[in-house]
T-cell receptor, first 112, second 114 residues
Framework: SQQGEEDPQALSIQEGENATMNCSYK?????LQWYRQNSGRGLVHLIL?????REKHSGRLRVTLDTSKKSSSLLITASRAADTASYFC????????????FGKGITLSVRP | ETGVTQTPRHLVMGMTNKKSLKCEQH?????MYWYKQSAKKPLELMFV???????ENNSVPSRFSPECPNSSHLFLHLHTLQPEDSALYLC?????????????FGNGTRLTVT
């Protein structure tokens, strides 16, 4: 399977702490994307990082990509209760049958 | 407001019913997608349309029938579904076919098959 695998499956932290979520994949990619999903809602795109990039920032979000290890991490700094959601990584793999492959997601709970 | 609107938000149907899910995007995108999200499973891509032409059909049973009358609207017609088809059905759009730009998702239709 090409799908990204997120780690951990669930994470519970206190408001103000940092949250780190990881994603690993198996075959080469064009890009890797992180999405957030609040309960009962659709997915919202957070950051897209291309295979030739190593780090990207967006507000309190920092994404790194290590293509040699086939892994990515999403760091949320100074977490807030509103960050409580499921987070998914999705990988666009190289090859003729390009498809965005999603992982099963990480459930993040931020305690006020 | 995501720019992608799905109706209805919730749907309960029996196995012999026929119903349709609707998706509308106001982003001027040329590609639209149907995904199925089941508990504890990754999102499954069902269909992809590019400029109203179906370009992908990922081994989806024929009881699911998509329709794309124009680049702003996408439907998923349902008939004789099974209980295992109960899931959240998500519509998404992107500027063009392919995944070098983000997908924009609607809030989904929660389908329950009884």
């Amino acid at each position: 399977s090409q799908q990204g695998e997120e780690d951990p499956q669930a994470l519970s932290i206190q408001e103000g702490e940092n949250a780190t979520m990881n994603c690993s994949y198996k075959t080469s990619i064009n890009n890797l994307q992180w999405y957030r999903q609040n309960s009962g809602r659709g997915l919202v795109h957070l950051i897209l990082i291309r295979s030739n990039e190593r780090e990207k920032h967006s507000g309190r979000l920092r994404v790194t990509l290590d293509t040699s290890k086939k892994s990515s991490s999403l760091l949320i700094t100074a977490s807030r209760a509103a960050d409580t959601a499921s987070y998914f990584c999705a990988t666009d793999h190289t090859g003729a049958n390009s498809k965005l492959t999603f992982g099963k997601g990480i459930t993040l709970s931020v305690r006020p | 407001e995501t720019g992608v609107t799905q109706t209805p938000r919730h749907l309960v149907m029996g196995m012999t019913n026929k119903k349709s899910l609707k998706c509308e995007q106001h982003l001027g995108h040329n590609a639209m997608y149907w995904y199925k999200q089941s508990a504890k499973k990754p999102l499954e891509l069902m269909f992809v349309y590019s400029l109203e032409e179906r370009v992908e059909n990922n081994s989806v049973p024929s009881r699911f029938s998509p329709e794309c009358p124009n680049s702003s609207h996408l439907f998923l017609h349902l008939h004789t579904l099974q209980p295992e088809d109960s899931a959240l059905y998500l519509c998404a759009s992107s500027p063009h076919r392919g995944y070098n730009s983000p997908l924009h998702f609607g809030n989904g239709t929660r389908l329950t098959v009884t």
